[in-house]
């Protein structure tokens, strides 16, 4: 089974080029998963990542599961050389993967290898339980889902934004009162991003 490749952000692109350099050589496809944001009118920070993405070299195609079936959703990702999955609801994004059946082929596609870069709710749906993001995104917005388990990429919930930039401090810290001793959380920083290799989980600026 090959490592992992992870890079979780908060909010900035930035870091993506030197992250894909050594992972996908000369290729450059990349498949962007709108998902999470699906449920909100406004998408102008999509447009904005994918501008971003193409702009650093990329070749961009959106891979949207609720648009396609999970052999579809499965196929694209062998098409691609790494996969960007953007933010809006973790709730929302978490059940629709698994309302289309996609989760599965997700976490499959990565554990074998596939490059994964998750934005805010893309990074916080790797983890074990998205429990935690109830006090900062609203689960009632979210597609059918019966469990919070997420992913299971790696064994922390990643809390996006930690420094207060989408919805103020409040949040963010009750969030670590009242999960802080239940649940394993990484709270990430508009600023800073988070890079594993297999077993290696380090924190660089992002």
């Known amino acids: 089974m090959a490592d992992i490749h992870l890079l979780l952000l908060s909010r900035w692109l930035t870091p993506v080029p030197a992250f894909l350099a050594p992972l996908t050589g000369p290729r450059r496809r990349i498949a962007y998963v709108p998902t999470a944001s699906s449920i909100y009118p406004d998408h102008a920070w999509l447009d904005l990542e994918r501008d971003t993405l193409r702009q650093q070299g990329f070749e961009v195609t959106d891979l949207d599961p609720e648009l396609i079936g999970a052999a579809a959703f499965a196929g694209g990702l062998g ?16 059940g629709a993967l698994r309302l289309a059946g996609a989760d599965g082929a997700l976490v499959d596609a990565v554990r074998a290898g596939l490059p994964y870069i998750g934005v805010s709710a893309g990074a916080a749906v790797v983890g074990p339980d998205i429990a935690p993001l109830a006090l900062l995104d609203d689960p009632t917005e979210a597609a059918p889902l019966t469990s919070t388990d997420g992913l299971g990429l790696i064994d922390a919930t990643v809390i996006p934004h930690a420094e207060g930039t989408v919805g103020g401090r409040g949040p963010v810290e009750a969030t670590r009162e009242r999960f802080g001793a239940t649940h394993r959380l990484h709270f990430l920083s508009d600023d800073e991003a988070i890079v594993v290799d297999g077993d290696t989980l380090r924190v660089i600026p992002g």
């Open 79 to 94: 098409d691609v050389d790494a996969v960007v999955v953007a933010g809006g609801n973790t709730f929302h994004l978490l």
